[in-house]
Every structure is written in C-alpha cells, then in structure tokens.
T-cell receptor, first 114, second 117 residues
Framework: DTAVSQTPKYLVTQMGNDKSIKCEQNLGHDTMYWYKQDSKKFLKIMFSYNNKELIINETVPNRFSPKSPDKAHLNLHINSLELGDSAVYFC?????????????FGQGTRLTVV | AQSVAQPEDQVKVAEGNPLTVKCTYSVSGNPYLFWYVQYPNRGLQFLLKYITGDNLVKGSYGFEAEFNKSQTSFHLKKPSALVSDSALYFCAVRVDHGSGNTGKLIFGQGTTLQVKP
C-alpha cells in the first residue's frame, strides 16, 4: 500500500534517448510535484501540478515535459537526454486543504545517462 | 529571495549523546518550516514541521525542533542519538504559490548525521 510510487527505480540510458518516469499516489492528494536531486544531494523543485493543472515550472529545459492524466498520476517525460540529466528524480504529493501540510515523497528514480 | 541554509555538511555524535542539526532560513512573511530525513537509496521521510504556535515542535522518532524567530533558526534536536538515526537530513521552507494552499519546498543543502556506536 505504497503511498507515492515511482517507476522505474533505476534507469540507465544513452545520450539522446527519450525516457519517461511514472508516478502514482493513492493518498487522494490534489497536488503533485517533481523534484530533482543532483550528485551533491541538492534538492530542487521542477514542477508542480494541482488537479492536473500545471502550477509551477521552475525554468526547467523544455526537454522535460510533465504530464498529468489525472490527479493521481504525474509522469515525467524527458527528450534528448543529456549527461547532465543524471540525477535522482523524486515525485511527491500533498493534500490541498486549509493549513500547511507536508509533502509525501516517493522512493526516487535514479537516472543515469551514459 | 527565500532560502534555507544548513551550515554543517556533516555532524558526528556518539550513540546516546544529544544531537543538533542546524538550520537557518530567510523568508519574507511567515516561515513554514520542515525537516525531512533521507536514508540511503530511499525517498524523503517527513519528520516534523513548524507552522505557528509553540516554538518547540515534536516529531517522529523522538526528534524535535526549536523555532527561533529572532535568530531565524529551526534546529533539529534529539536528546539521545541512535545509530539508526544516521542519515541525510534536510531542512526546508515552504513557499506558497498563489492561492489554494499550493506551494513548493525550498531545501537546504542537507546535513549527513553519523552516529557512532
């Protein structure tokens, strides 16, 4: 009964390829996010969706395209992968309700571009 | 600009001793502060948050954090460290986006806690 699940957990691919990472949450949350953790463990937000609507896009290259088919899913598609895209990508979700609520994170997808 | 700083890359303590992981913040408006822990090859787990009210916040696994507005700090503490507490700890501030209770987390650079037996 994993709350926020991502697939795949590991992804190794060559430069120039296109790949997708999937994320699903079964918490009934309205808001979902993608965060990137670089090789120095620094975490930074990439995107935020609220009920399938894009809310935040943090100047991410347009090779990255999030897609939310419904509020329980937020997928990340990456075109023309580059070496610098190697990182751990975390999906997260949070409820949209009065008060400040914490985000719940998935286990991460470690992307290695070779 | 909103930011969070964790001045120590690494903290080492002996098991049974108290631990402190430091965090300072810079925000405009009210700070909404969080601590998360990341175990190796795992996602982030929520520990505790400060929104308003009592400056001492208690969270999971015996951790607590003290909010100090004058020093703009939100240090994580535990009275007695366990070897199993060894992990990477992140302080974060939430920045709201528009209305409707949506926002993003801005993270500090993380502090590796090593608890020795």
């Amino acid at each position: 009964d994993t709350a926020v699940s991502q697939t795949p957990k590991y992804l190794v691919t060559q430069m120039g390829n296109d790949k997708s990472i999937k994320c699903e949450q079964n918490l009934g949350h309205d808001t979902m996010y993608w965060y990137k953790q670089d090789s120095k463990k620094f975490l930074k937000i990439m995107f935020s969706y609220n009920n399938k609507e894009l809310i935040i896009n943090e100047t991410v290259p347009n090779r990255f395209s999030p897609k939310s088919p419904d509020k329980a899913h937020l997928n990340l598609h990456i075109n023309s992968l580059e070496l610098g895209d190697s990182a751990v990508y975390f999906c997260a979700s949070s409820p949209r309700r009065p008060g400040i609520t914490e985000a719940f994170f998935g286990q991460g997808t470690r992307l290695t571009v070779v | 600009a909103q930011s969070v700083a964790q001045p120590e890359d690494q903290v080492k303590v002996a098991e049974g001793n108290p631990l402190t992981v430091k965090c300072t913040y810079s925000v405009s408006g009210n700070p909404y502060l969080f601590w998360y822990v990341q175990y190796p090859n795992r996602g982030l787990q929520f520990l505790l948050k400060y929104i308003t009210g009592d400056n001492l916040v208690k969270g999971s696994y015996g951790f607590e954090a003290e909010f100090n507005k004058s020093q703009t700090s939100f240090h994580l503490k535990k009275p007695s460290a366990l070897v199993s507490d060894s992990a990477l700890y992140f302080c974060a501030v939430r920045v709201d986006h528009g209305s409707g209770n949506t926002g993003k987390l801005i993270f500090g650079q993380g502090t590796t806690l090593q608890v020795k037996p």
